[in-house]
């Protein structure tokens, strides 16, 4: 499956900047860089120079100097893909990259596919599949926890504790298959008690990876909070206060959000995508009704809804009746989410009119949007719905949804053959769920795969990794 093919990509982000780091890799990666490169001192080769060493010189093509650059050589096994690797760090002109690309190209590389280096690292055993797929979560984390995941993922702590399993697994097999070979004499090699024992070993480590989804899933893709409540009670203010910027339109006018504007801040490392919506009330306006529509839309997809009410309107007894009901309306509705009730522009009332409203709702959570007041502690109220519990215990936490597939059917084979154990099933039976579960294992580290699934995880990922 090794492509032996000298590739070569860009290996920084597109567009002009500072430098930018170019990277060959295959048999032929220093030989073909050595032929563009003159060195400042003694027109030294780059092909006699120690592995893991920097080289300043001049990318030329011909007579022509393209520019100075700093060449980086990584002999084989010892570089990323466990073939020759070369790094020119040029400058980040586009004229300049392009040009030593072709040039690149016209002495013999040619251009590397999405993910490419990294499916080189995996198939020359430099990385497992889990790893390599923790590289690309890597380059996609965009706030602490999700970093911190993906760091302990490409690190190996969770295809370790796969492996493991799997050796456990393996070996208890190997047994049984054995029994199977000296069928005829009645013989147990596989000690049943301890096998149970494994079993259920397995099966609890199993589930808790299974439940870590839940968690990983928010950390990887952060938690939709649904901004929500009558037009004018400050629910764009409170999108700008926990932004910190002027991302939403703020007027007097009722009605001012007609379409729901989304942005994301990370609380406490974790990723919050905040989402203002229209204001919910009888209207005429066409437009207005169709953001209405889309509020309740926002409202279905979000995790958490921030429910927001005017406290100035509070003081009114028939309000505070219309208002208790439509909460009541959002909790039946939607049982399953956490609902945060808030009483904002609370600068405009008196110590007095404030502890009056308090009496009437054991929940609810004060605020000034505009002032800052509250805001901070509504973002201690939010991260409290994530369970970093694992995250700080440094626990290994499941993102990936192909991983969290193959371990629900591993655990559903695992069930298989305790249930198999429990009936005194025959060790030839037991030996086909035990393949399927171990089948399952090698399918998350990439012991067991195949050219299609290679092929939709690594086009997943950017160019010149």
């Keep these: ?196 024992d494994l079993i259920e070993r397995i099966s609890f480590v199993l589930k808790r990876l299974i439940d870590s989804f839940a968690v990983g899933n928010v950390i990887k893709n952060g938690i939709p909070v649904a901004i929500v409540g009558e037009p004018n009670v400050g629910k764009s203010t409170l999108l700008n206060a926990l932004l910190n910027e002027e991302r939403a339109i703020v007027s007097e006018i009722a009605g001012t959000t007609r379409d729901t504007i989304e942005d994301e801040i990370s609380i406490g490392g974790i990723g919050f995508r905040f989402i203002d919506t229209a204001g919910i009330r009888e209207t005429k306006d066409v437009v207005e009704s169709i953001g209405i529509k889309k509020t309740f839309e926002k409202i279905e997809q979000a995790q958490v809804v921030v429910f927001l009410a005017d406290s100035t309107n509070l003081k009114e007894e028939s309000f505070i009746k219309s208002f208790k009901i439509e909460i009541e309306k959002i909790k039946n509705k939607y049982p399953q989410k956490p609902i945060i009730i808030i009483a904002n522009k609370i600068d405009k009332l008196s110590d007095f009119e404030v502890k009056t ?9 004060l605020l000034s949007a505009k002032t800052g007041f509250g805001v901070e502690e509504l973002k201690d109220k939010l991260l409290s719905f994530v369970n970093t519990g694992a995250l700080r215990n440094n626990d290994t936490i499941v993102t990936n949804t192909r991983h969290y597939d193959s371990l629900l059917k591993a655990l559903d084979e695992i069930d298989k053959v305790r249930h198999g154990l429990e009936i005194g099933l025959s060790g030839d039976l037991l030996a086909i769920d035990i393949r399927q579960a171990l089948y399952y294992f090698g399918e998350i580290t990439g012991e067991i795969t195949n050219d299609d699934l290679l092929g939709n995880i690594f086009a997943n990922f950017c160019i010149g990794k």
């Design 1 to 196: 499956m090794i492509n032996q093919d000298t590739i070569v990509a860009l290996a920084t982000p597109s567009g002009a900047g500072a430098i930018a780091v170019i990277r060959l890799s295959g048999r032929e990666a220093i030989t073909i860089a050595d032929s563009c490169f003159k060195s400042v001192r003694d027109n030294k080769s780059l092909s006699g120079q120690k592995t893991h060493t920097i080289h300043l010189g001049h990318i030329i093509d011909g007579v022509k100097t393209i520019d100075e650059v700093l060449v980086s050589v990584f002999k084989n096994p010892n570089s990323y893909t466990g073939e020759d690797v070369v790094e020119v760090s040029c400058h980040g002109s586009n004229y300049i990259q392009q040009e030593i690309i072709q040039l690149f190209l016209r002495k013999g590389c040619r251009m590397a596919s999405a993910g490419e280096f990294t499916l080189r690292a995996f198939l020359n055993g430099k990385l497992d599949l889990s790893q390599a797929e923790a590289v690309a979560d890597l380059i996609a984390s965009d706030n602490e926890a999700s970093h911190q995941i993906a760091m302990q993922q490409m690190r190996g702590g969770f295809s370790s504790e796969i492996a493991k399993l799997r050796e456990e697994l393996m070996n208890f097999a190997s047994l049984i298959e054995l029994e199977l070979d000296f069928a005829e004499e009645d013989v147990e090699f596989a000690d049943r008690t301890k096998f149970k």
């Design 357 to 365: 409203i308090m009496t009437q709702f054991s929940d609810l959570h």
